[in-house]
């Protein structure tokens, strides 16, 4: 969950598991696949269930039947490659890749369309 200015962000290099973002209420994950051009999947099932808040970058697309209901693949904008931009930039200052190769496939991302998924579920 994000705080005003402060966003936590996640780079994953490879990939996720099953329940990724998982009422995620803020913040930024950015998931590489490095490792998944075989065409093995980048993340597991019932990705970003309950999401409410935040954004989810995958590297490549992500099966629609493997998402949660309460997000939608959104395009990119400005904002959104500068902070790919950045993030992968210090991924690979770290961890010793090719930047123009991870940047080259593009990236989905993925938003919560609904800030109360579950709102109708409680008493006033």
């Given at each position: ?14 990939s996720a598991g099953d329940f ?87 990236f989905t991302k993925l938003v ?12 006033y």
């Amino acid at each position: 969950k994000e705080y005003g200015q402060k966003v936590p962000v996640i780079v994953i290099g490879g990939s996720a598991g099953d329940f990724l973002g998982e009422y995620m209420a803020g913040g930024i994950i950015i998931v590489l696949g490095l490792g998944c051009e075989d065409g093995s999947p980048i993340v597991g099932n019932y990705c970003c269930t309950g999401m409410h808040g935040g954004k989810i970058y995958i590297r490549g697309t992500a099966e629609p039947h493997k998402l949660g209901k309460e997000v939608e693949a959104a395009a990119l904008d400005g904002e959104d490659e500068h902070i790919l931009g950045k993030y992968v930039q210090k991924y690979v200052e770290n961890f010793g890749h090719n930047f123009e190769y991870i940047m080259s496939e593009g990236f989905t991302k993925l938003v919560s369309f609904n800030k109360r998924p579950y709102g109708n579920l409680y008493a006033y």
